[in-house]
């Protein structure tokens, strides 16, 4: 059970959120929904939420009836919420207690009576655009996934020695078959028969792959900086590794960091430094990230670490979740496995929600790095990292102050970062256009670049051959089917 000491200690933030007894419950309907659009949490009643102080809620009888029927009058559909009362001392030195709503996260849309919906996003509740709620509700239907039946594993599929950990982590006080029965989406029964669901066997499974085959992490060393097939493949490195999430990110962690370069020389102290090519916390944080919000749903590929002379790339199925982008991923959070991600902070791989991203690209940048950079490339998402040996590249600017319609930028082969101002001041609008749409995309082809500048399609070909030669993007495929990827990185943007 929870106590009140936890509860007053508590940061409010993704999960957790104090409120006033006084609050109207039309107006603590705005945090449930939110919470249950997001992760789901834990909602108390009773502690003032500016300063902390123990109201209680005894003595409040018809407040406290009106607050209980929250998740069911004041939120549509209703929220799916427990609560428990947990004994207190109150601010006037008397036995008290406080409510505590357990928020599970749902696999609908919810709203408020005024059919205004919400998203819990760090300690706020953000309401949702007509956009942003649409593209929420597509989102949801994919986070389904997790609570999938997978009718082929039984209850003897499961560990119950793990499940008794996470219970001992997370406060739950009953037996194992317990806290998988009772919490919505690891157990469903058929046929008078309980089933794992997917995320069940995630987390809990003890060969989570005989089901899931493809739910692993694969590392791949590369000799160069570029991914070569056939006669030419140079993969020197090929390690699969399998297990529950804990077991996967801890295996393929570990050994990453047996596999990048350390620098050692003497320091301006007289002291010998040991420099990395990549923080610690960058290394775990983008694993732990791809574990987490990968979508499970595409059973064709793993997750796939590659790590070249240059950078390090974590590719993972599925796209950004939910109103995450490329340009707010730093402070946007959204969980496609809302239980993946509760059991990761649990076990205190995840901080806080929505921090992660922000600071990976913190460390990067403290120590002289490239921030982290996301792409979208089909139904993979790719988070790429440059080590300290990429090297920046300033492109020399034109001696008038109006854009080269020419678009002749020398650019040195051997850089892989350069400056998107002096690529701004020195290429056309159209090209601009492109270069944009690869930062959010990662490829592009002839036809979507017809449609997105209105050029022929040898106006477009004259600016990818231009890209090509100055390798700011890069050619693949034949003629019919040709496409372009963005091997360049844009600094100052």
């Known amino acids: 059970m929870i106590t009140i000491e936890e509860l007053l200690v508590r ?82 030195g008397q036995h008290n207690h406080v409510l505590v709503f357990h928020i599970e996260p749902g696999l609908r849309v919810y709203a408020n009576q005024a059919d205004e919906v919400f ?42 020695d793990l499940v008794e950990d996470y219970c001992k982590v997370i406060g739950y006080g009953k037996v194992s078959m317990d806290f998988l029965q009772e919490n919505h989406g690891y157990l469903i029964e058929k046929n008078g028969e309980f089933h794992p669901t997917v995320v069940a066997l995630l987390l809990f499974g003890k060969k989570p792959q005989d089901f899931l085959p ?15 097939v056939g006669k030419e493949m140079n993969v020197i490195k090929d390690v699969v590794f399998e297990g529950t999430i804990r077991q996967q990110i801890d295996k393929a962690v570990a050994y990453l960091s047996t596999q990048i370069k350390e620098r050692t020389y003497l320091g301006d102290k007289g002291l010998f430094v040991t420099e990395l090519e990549y923080p610690e916390f960058v290394r775990q944080e983008m694993t732990v990230n791809a574990a987490c919000h990968r979508d499970y749903s595409i059973s064709g590929t793993d997750i796939q670490i590659k790590l070249f002379d240059d950078r390090l790339v974590v590719e993972s199925p599925g796209n950004l979740p939910g109103l995450v982008r490329p340009d707010n991923i730093r402070h946007t959070h959204f969980s496609r496995n809302p239980r993946i991600a509760r059991y990761l902070k649990a076990y205190t791989y995840v901080k806080e929600f929505g921090e992660g991203v ?30 300290k040996n990429a090297k920046l590249l300033q492109v020399g600017k034109s001696n008038d102050n109006h854009p080269k319609s020419s678009d002749k930028v020398a650019i040195s082969g051997d850089k892989v970062a350069i400056s998107w101002a002096d690529i701004r001041d020195n290429c ?3 090209t601009i256009i492109i270069l944009e749409y690869l930062m959010s995309h990662y490829s592009i082809t002839n036809v979507i670049a017809r449609e997105i500048t209105g050029l022929s399609s040898s106006g477009v070909r004259k600016i990818f051959s231009n890209l090509v030669t100055n390798k700011i993007v890069k050619a693949q495929g034949s003629n019919r089917d040709k496409s372009y990827t963005l091997i360049m990185h844009f600094i100052d943007r």
């Open 358 to 387: 922000d600071r990976m690209c913190r460390e990067m940048e403290a120590d002289g790095l490239l921030p982290i950079k996301y792409y979208k490339n089909d139904f993979i998402l790719k988070a790429v990292a440059w080590s």
């Open 11 to 92: 940061e409010e933030g993704q999960t957790f959120d104090r409120k006033s007894i006084q609050i109207k419950p039309k107006d603590l309907a705005v945090a449930m929904v939110a919470m249950a659009n997001a992760d789901g949490g834990d909602l108390v009643v009773g502690i003032s939420d500016t300063k902390r102080e123990v109201e209680g809620v005894d003595g409040n009888e018809i407040k406290l009836n009106d607050i209980r029927r929250t998740p069911f009058d004041f939120c549509v559909p209703s929220v799916n919420a427990t609560t428990e009362l947990v004994p207190c001392i109150d601010r006037n």
């Open 214 to 228: 493809r739910a692993s992490i694969r590392f791949i060393r590369y000799d160069g900086v570029e991914e070569k």
């Open 428 to 430: 056309n609008k159209n």
């Open 119 to 160: 998203l819990r996003i760090g300690d706020k509740s953000k309401k949702l655009s007509f956009d942003e709620r649409f593209q929420l509700l597509n989102d949801k239907g994919q986070a389904c996934y997790e609570e999938t039946c997978v009718q082929a594993a039984k209850i003897g599929d499961i560990d119950m």
